[in-house]
């Protein structure tokens, strides 16, 4: 027990040491790590140490995940000082939640005294400076009351310790210690018995939607309501309160519903604000260009600087709409951002705007709430507003335009907050009326999630409404999810396997158009569905509207080709008749459900256990790739539909071997390449039973009929199989050299963009179920092997294996019933280096919520980055993709990498084989183990010094320029790409300079530049230095050494000539 107690300290633990890199490298202030730190070891602590074991225990510590993503992947201190309380909140309050039930009465009186502190320090910033006094009367007070609270209920205690944490009791102390006495006396008298558990679980949902709230304000010392929902009126306490009494007598089923319709009283959902950097006018620098109307809402947040004296009235600045221009006065429109600020307050000689947005400003004591004034109206696209400063303000007053442009959703989404809110509300209803889980004891906890998201709709306080808008995927997610785990649960209990899978990846296909345009090959399988289901033929030339929609022209192919075979649109035509793409994607979802659902009849056949079986399936939802394949048109998950069906009828041999010859012809009809992996199962269905000479006939005569159907039908139909735009050859298929070969296995398993061990970790660790499989399984089983043997020897010579510009190992999607399968044969009986898989868990998690919410992110588009090292290399300013394996361009742990996981397994699997508590100990810390591992990466990045730094990096700054080669260029790794700069653009580069080292830039020049050139470079705004250079080859130009050591800005500018471009590939260091 003892050894399990330490082991659920581990996550904590590793939290804490993650929160001390990241203070020590300066990414986050040290009270801000501290107090994190110290919140999750309270909420953790007590805990784990009453309650050490169990999943629910697991999935608590999984919760700490996205605080810790968010504190390494976030660098604007508002939005991360908004996020990251209300993350702890949760996580905290979900292992309290989990570990009450184990623990004796004065264990729960520890847990709710525990989750008192520790949401009180999960905004302690708040108390920064506030002296030791207030901070100890807010830190003990509510610890006080949840205690007291514990013999009412579970629910009413954790209702007391999360609002009464949150609350800025630090603000006055003295009327905290007088009301907390009041309560403490008040919650003594109430009785104990079932009307106050009823009550206190009525109440949780309203006290968490409020607790996350205040969360998000605390480091700011919260705001007053009137500020913070300005729409509210005096209708929303009064309904408030109805809806405590209503929720009191009514079923505990309807508490969340009822509280979220309270939200709706406080006012109408704010616009979304647009997500773009301020503007500053100056007096030196009075005008400014806004960003271009698209249509529809536009809004700006105007303040003013050094303004307390400007009267009411005076006019501030003036906006120019085409041939109209407006004036924009003081105390109507704008107003000094201080306005309500202490020293300010008294002598500030305007009103407030019409209409405020407060905008936070410092933090703990020295806190305040800045004020904008928020302008708003409808724009025609294509109107460019352009701002002056009034020339009659004071010399020393600025006008801040805080934020401004069209008021839309989070690109690329075209749901907005609000409309995510809503499907997530719908989405929980129907899963709870339909599972019947809406009596369940967590039943209310999507409606909190929705009701939170509510509020921070309404809120007229930034950046808490852009965080809501740029979050509004993951909080419907959320509160998805959290409806249908216990749905799921009951589900896989009774056996109804695509039941589950049907309710969860339908609503993520009806999602999916509203997340991302169509990527890679879907906008073409989409113009030959709208040219079936309107023009009833196959030419797309003028479904594909080019005046209007330039960007499809690369989805015209020549007359009589195609680009994909339309098959699929034909499959996919009745959904997209009646729904368009949702339509078609429902059907997609459906098969996807239906493969899930036979594979789990499969293994159960293979002997796997009820119990394990339903894991399966469960794995198979949560990890990458069925859920992207099933809400994205391409044709590989009706391909795995086919490979799961044609071995479940090999198993039941029955209706002969034609059923499964004509499903493997119909799929290589849909993609030529599914015939490598698809055509063993057609073998398989013939194979003879004996060695007979008439067998044997029939078997290679069915195995040519098949292959021919398939491939005269595919050329006849659209042309050449191998590509209808002729662009490979039969020869193609033959590796030129070893190292394509070796390159082509290398990323298909360990590239950072398009290996499995980065986008499906759980799969790689499945091929150790290969051999059981072919030993345990049927035919159906063995071909599907071969055809995974066949199909990734087709790929050794392909330049493009990872796909062309799509999600990650999209060639290997057809295999994953033999993948299923394979993994299967891991759960029929226990092994002791099977529990190793639950380090795989925390990733593969992280990876499906980012594919599922933010799917183009995971779109190859081959310059070698990823999406998290694109997020690491913006947050620190560093060569983020200098430490991720890449197979696409030069990579210093191309092979490094695979060394060390290959190393690192083995190493476990026999220390486990060894000592098989080991097993346990790593599979309980496995959270702890990723948090150590993203501290020791956060060290090497700030630690690393740099020796190739990409202009394609997100952390290089450019002023104009252009991919290249352009955007659209296919296989583009197989050119000297980089950044292309002309006349007047430039690009800054963040190095950190290795003592003595020099660099040089690599390129080439383009045009007019080939015959000679000039760059201007300079380091940290010193003074530039020409460097002239010529020709057409690809070359090193050596730059002026580094002022020293450290971390410095490297500027490079295109001096001319005019008309010649210098295409930069990269800063290398010298030798």
């Not at 309203?206 to 969360?215: H, S």
């Not at 999600?807 to 299923?820: D, I, N, S, T």
């Amino acid at each position: 027990m003892l050894l399990a107690r330490l082991a659920a300290l581990a996550t904590p633990a590793g939290f804490a040491g993650l929160a001390t890199v990241l203070a020590g490298v300066g990414a986050v202030p040290i009270p801000e790590a501290a107090w994190a730190a110290l919140a999750v070891l309270l909420g953790y602590g007590p805990s784990g140490w009453i309650a050490p074991g169990g999943w629910r225990r697991r999935g608590a510590e999984l919760l700490l995940l996205p605080a810790a993503y968010a504190l390494v992947t976030m660098g604007d201190a508002p939005l991360r000082q908004a996020t990251v309380p209300p993350l702890l909140v949760a996580a905290a309050a979900t292992a309290a939640w989990v570990a009450w039930p184990s623990g004796s009465a004065r264990g729960t009186r520890i847990l709710a005294v525990a989750l008192a502190l520790a949401v009180r320090a999960a905004g302690g910033v708040g108390c920064s400076g506030e002296g030791t006094w207030a901070t100890g009367v807010a830190l003990l007070v509510p610890a006080a009351l949840a205690a007291a609270a514990v013999p009412l209920s579970r629910a009413a205690a954790l209702a007391v310790a999360i609002v009464g944490g949150t609350l800025p009791l630090q603000r006055d102390p003295l009327a905290t210690l007088l009301g907390g006495g009041t309560l403490l006396a008040l919650l003594a008298l109430l009785p104990r018995g079932p009307v106050m558990r009823r009550i206190g679980r009525s109440w949780l949902p309203a006290a968490a939607t409020v607790g996350v709230l205040l969360a998000s304000l605390a480091p700011w010392g919260g705001i007053s309501p009137a500020m913070a929902f300005p729409g509210a009126g005096w209708a929303a306490p009064a309904v408030v309160a109805l809806t405590a009494v209503a929720t009191a007598v009514l079923p505990a089923c309807l508490s969340g519903p009822a509280w979220l319709a309270a939200t709706l009283l406080f006012g109408a959902s704010q616009p979304p604000p647009p997500d773009r950097p301020a503007i500053v006018l100056t007096a030196a620098s009075p005008t400014a260009t806004l960003p271009t109307a698209t249509g529809g809402l536009y809004l700006a947040d105007l303040s003013l600087t050094n303004a307390a004296t400007v009267g009411a009235g005076t006019v501030a600045a003036r906006v120019t709409l085409g041939d109209r221009e407006f004036s924009l006065r003081v105390g109507i429109h704008t107003a000094e951002w201080a306005h309500k600020r202490a020293d300010v307050r008294p002598v500030v000689a305007h009103p407030l705007p019409l209409s405020v947005v407060s905008r936070p400003a410092g933090l703990g004591r020295d806190a305040f709430w800045g004020v904008a004034g928020r302008v708003m109206g409808e724009l025609p696209a294509g109107l460019t507003p352009a701002l002056r400063r009034a020339d009659g303000l004071p010399a020393e007053t600025a006008v801040v335009v805080a934020t401004a442009g069209p008021a839309v959703p989070t690109p690329p989404r075209d749901w907005g907050l609000p409309a995510w809110l809503l499907a997530a509300a719908v989405a929980v209803a129907l899963l709870q009326g339909i599972s019947r889980t809406w009596h369940g004891e967590t039943a209310w906890v999507p409606w909190a999630i929705v009701a939170a998201g509510s509020l921070f709709s309404r809120l007229a306080v930034e950046p808490h409404r852009l965080l809501g808008e740029r979050h509004a995927v993951d909080l419907a997610l959320a509160a998805f999810l959290a409806a249908w785990l216990p749905a799921a649960r009951q589900w896989l209990r009774r056996g109804r396997v695509f039941l589950t899978a049907a309710s969860f990846l339908l609503p993520l296909a009806v999602a999916t158009p509203h997340l991302a345009r169509p990527m890679g090959d879907e906008p073409y399988h989409l113009l030959l569905l709208e040219s079936l289901a309107s023009d009833f033929d196959l030419d797309v030339s003028d479904d594909a509207d080019l005046p209007n929609h330039p960007e499809n022209l690369p989805y015209v192919p020549p007359p009589g080709r195609f680009i994909q075979p339309p098959s699929l649109a034909a499959l996919l035509l009745p959904g997209y008749f009646l729904l368009g793409r949702t339509g078609a994607l429902l059907l997609l979802a459906l098969a996807a459900a239906a493969t899930v659902a036979l594979l789990a009849r499969r293994a159960r056949a293979l002997g796997v256990p009820a119990s394990r079986t339903a894991l399966l399936a469960a794995a198979l939802l949560a990890s990458y790739p069925l859920a992207t394949f099933a809400t994205q048109i391409w044709p590989e998950i009706v391909g795995a539909l086919a490979a799961a069906l044609s071995i479940t009828w090999l198993a039941a041999a029955s209706g002969g071997p034609w059923p499964v010859s004509a499903l493997v012809v119909a799929a290589v009809w849909l993609k030529t390449r599914f015939g490598l992996a698809l055509f063993p199962l057609a073998v398989a269905a013939w194979w003879p039973d004996a060695s007979r000479r008439a067998a044997v006939l029939r078997l290679a005569a069915a195995t040519g009929a098949a292959a021919l159907a398939a491939l005269s039908f595919a050329w006849l139909a659209f042309g050449d199989p191998l590509d209808p735009l002729g662009r490979r050859r039969l020869a193609d298929l033959v590796p030129a050299s070893p190292s394509q070969a070796l390159t082509t296995l290398g990323g298909l398993a360990f590239d950072a963009a398009s290996g499995l061990a980065f986008s499906a970790p759980l799969l790689p660790a499945v091929l150790a179920g290969v051999g059981p499989l072919w030993r345990r399984g049927g035919r159906g089983e063995r071909a599907i092997l071969l055809g995974a043997a066949l199909t990734v020897a087709g790929l050794l010579a392909n330049v493009e294996w990872r796909g062309g510009d799509s999600p990650p190992a999209r060639y290997l999607v057809v295999l994953l019933p033999g993948l299923a399968l394979a993994g299967a044969m891991l759960l029929v009986r226990p092994r002791r280096w099977r529990r190793l898989a639950g380090l795989l868990v925390p990733p593969t998690l992280l990876v499906s919520w980012v594919a599922v919410t933010r799917p183009h992110l995971l779109v190859n588009t081959g310059v070698g980055g990823t999406w998290f090292a694109d997020a690491l290399a913006v947050r620190f300013e560093a060569a983020a993709w200098e430490l991720f394996p890449s197979f696409l361009r030069a990579s210093a742990v191309r092979w490094a990498f695979p060394l060390a996981a290959a190393t690192l397994a083995l190493f476990a699997a026999l220390l486990v084989q060894r000592r098989p508590r080991w097993g346990r100990l790593l599979a309980a810390a496995a959270p702890a183990l990723w948090l150590l591992a993203a501290g020791a990466l956060v060290a090497t990045l700030h630690l690393r010094c740099d020796d190739r730094i990409e202009m394609e990096s997100p952390h290089v700054q450019r002023q104009g320029g252009v991919l290249w080669p352009p955007a659209g260029q296919m296989s583009r790794f197989r050119f000297a790409n980089g950044w292309a700069i002309g006349t007047g653009e430039a690009v800054e580069v963040p190095v950190r300079v290795a003592p003595g080292a020099t660099y040089a830039v690599a390129g080439y020049l383009l045009e007019r530049a080939v015959a000679g050139a000039t760059l201007d470079v300079r380091w940290d705004g010193g003074q530039p230095q020409r460097l002239t250079v010529a020709g057409a080859a690809p070359g090193v130009l050596p730059l002026p050494a580094p002022p020293g050591p450290g971390r410095h800005r490297l500027r490079l500018a295109y001096a001319g000539p005019s008309g010649g471009f210098a295409m930069l590939d990269a800063v290398v260091r010298r030798e």
